[in-house]
Each structure stands twice: as structure tokens, then as C-alpha cells.
């Protein structure tokens, strides 16, 4: 008898690794103990679960791996979805962790009204939501892509505004910014390869035990 091929999973480094754990246990998907060394720097792991192996990469990347057939299944943002808008990726179950916001944030002495402007500059790492977010009220927006220390971009004068990730909005309050709109509620997703999903009975079966352990009380 042919041995299956080894799923892939892949998970975020970051913020919703943390909160992500828990409801990969419950759904039956558990790393060996060598993912939780701090001095690791492997990006691979195996699981307790012979057929599957995590990957652990950036945010970003997990949408790519899996659209294209590099893993089968994995955890990611609702706001990286929107960004890429792969067609390949199907994100069944909303596991409701990981919430946060993604915003427009300006400096708290130049804060003011948009709605005359045709034109602004931000800075972020989301160019493709805040040209849609900014088009439909009407304005071009001139995208500046930065992958972190987003909020001194406005006091060096690199950009006007930024788009961003906001949680408790201290970070923006400490460097002089204000939230002046919110772009797009976030909350993990559970996302799948739409061929694999078709193809592999195990993957059907990853999204049913997922939307199972949502259900569950926390």
C-alpha cells in the first residue's frame, strides 16, 4: 500500500500563533514539543499526527504557500486575504482569534477631513485594500509599501497617512497618530487550497474538525 504524501499546514509567526494553538489542539493538530524551543530556527515540524508537518513562516507567506500548493491548509489574517485575493484560497472557518483592526491613522495635530481630497500619500504594507478602501470614497491613493515602523513614516514626512494593524491603538497614541478610519474589521481564518480540498479527503476533514472546534465553548 502506497503511504499518503504528508500534509502541509502552515502557521503564522507573531501575534495569533499564540491564541492559534489552543484551537489547533482541538482540532486534533499538535506540534512536537521542539516547536516551542526559543532557540529553534528550523521552519519545519512535525506533528503528533504521522501524515502532517508544520510550516511556520510570516503572515504574508502563509497565503502564498497555500494558494499555491506548497501546503495544503494553514491559519492566517482575514487582512492578508483581502490583500492577495488569491483565487486558489478558500478560507472556510472564521476562528474567531487574533481580532484586531485594520485602520487609517494620521498625525493627531494635522488630523482633518479627506472628503475635497483627489489625491493622498500612505504608507503600508497593504497597497491593494487601501487603493480599493480609498477609490471608493474617490481618491488616488499613492501607496508607500513599508513592512514595519509604519508610524514614523507621517513625522519624517515619508507619508501623510499610514494603514495599519490597530489592537489597543496605544502604539499610534505613543507616536503622535490617530485612528481617522477603520478600513476592515480582522480575525484568523482557517484557509485551504481549493484543488487540494477537492482532491484530498484529508483536507475536508481538516475544515470539518476545525469548524468543530470553534463551536466548542471556549
Not at 19 to 44: D, H, N, Y
Not at 71 to 82: C, H, K, L, R
Request: proline residues 5%; charged residues 25%; aromatic residues 6%.
Amino acid at each position: 500500500m502506497t503511504r499518503a504524501v504528508p500534509l502541509t499546514f502552515a502557521v503564522p509567526k507573531g501575534r495569533i500563533l499564540d491564541e492559534a494553538l489552543p484551537v489547533m489542539a482541538k482540532a486534533g493538530i499538535v506540534p512536537e514539543s521542539a516547536f516551542s524551543e526559543p532557540a529553534s530556527r528550523s521552519l519545519t515540524f512535525p506533528t503528533t499526527r504521522v501524515d502532517m508537518r508544520l510550516i511556520r513562516v510570516r503572515a504574508f507567506d502563509v497565503a502564498t504557500f497555500v494558494a499555491h500548493g506548497a501546503a495544503q491548509a494553514g491559519i492566517v489574517g482575514s487582512d492578508v486575504i483581502e490583500e492577495f485575493d488569491y483565487s486558489d484560497l478558500y478560507a472556510p472557518v472564521d476562528l474567531g482569534i487574533g481580532r484586531c483592526r485594520l485602520s487609517v491613522a494620521e498625525q493627531e495635530a494635522g488630523a482633518a477631513s479627506i472628503d475635497r481630497a483627489s489625491h493622498v500619500r500612505v504608507a503600508t504594507k497593504y497597497p491593494a485594500i487601501t487603493r480599493r478602501h480609498f477609490a471608493a470614497r474617490g481618491i488616488q491613493a499613492e501607496c508607500v509599501k513599508l513592512n514595519g515602523a509604519m508610524e514614523i513614516a507621517p513625522a519624517l514626512g515619508l507619508a501623510g497617512r499610514i494603514v495599519d494593524l490597530v489592537s489597543s491603538g496605544r502604539t499610534l497614541a505613543e507616536n503622535g497618530l490617530v485612528e481617522t478610519d477603520r478600513v476592515l474589521d480582522v480575525t484568523a481564518r482557517l484557509v485551504v487550497n481549493r484543488a487540494a480540498l477537492k482532491t484530498d479527503p484529508r483536507v475536508g476533514a481538516i475544515v470539518e474538525a476545525f469548524r468543530a472546534a470553534t463551536a466548542e465553548p471556549a
